[in-house]
């Protein structure tokens, strides 16, 4: 089980930054693939960037190079930094975890079984 909530949401202007945490707690933060997902209302949830338990990395094309996904504090905490915002990253943000699997970490959500609550980034143009 793990227990996730993030934090670090809100306005920013078209161009600028700004950094989410995910509070991360229970027996598999340690070995747990983590992500983070973004959700518009009325569209699918979009993964963004994702980290494996050896703290491999991938990107979603629409973020690469701008967003950078990382841990600290004994995985325990996971950071999703967000530079060049544009507003189309305007979005609520989620964090998630699963326990390792075998083969490639891939950003779809059915491959994640754990959830945060969300926080909502509003960037303006």
């Known amino acids: 089980q793990v227990q996730l909530v993030e934090s670090g949401g809100g306005s920013v202007e078209s161009g600028g930054s700004l950094t989410l945490s995910c509070a991360a707690s229970?027996?598999?933060?340690?070995?747990?693939?983590m992500a983070w997902f973004r959700q518009v209302p009325g569209n699918e949830r979009e993964g963004l960037a994702a980290i494996d338990e050896v703290g491999r990395t991938t990107y979603a094309d629409v973020v690469k190079g701008r967003f950078t996904i990382s841990q600290a504090n004994g995985k325990k905490t996971l950071y999703l930094q967000m530079s060049l915002l544009k507003p189309e990253d305007t979005a609520t943000y989620y964090c998630a975890a699963s326990p390792p699997r075998l083969g490639r970490l891939l950003l779809w959500a059915n491959q994640f079984e754990y959830w945060g609550q969300g926080t909502p980034v509003t960037v303006s143009s």
């Open positions: 229970g027996d598999l933060v340690t070995r747990a693939w």
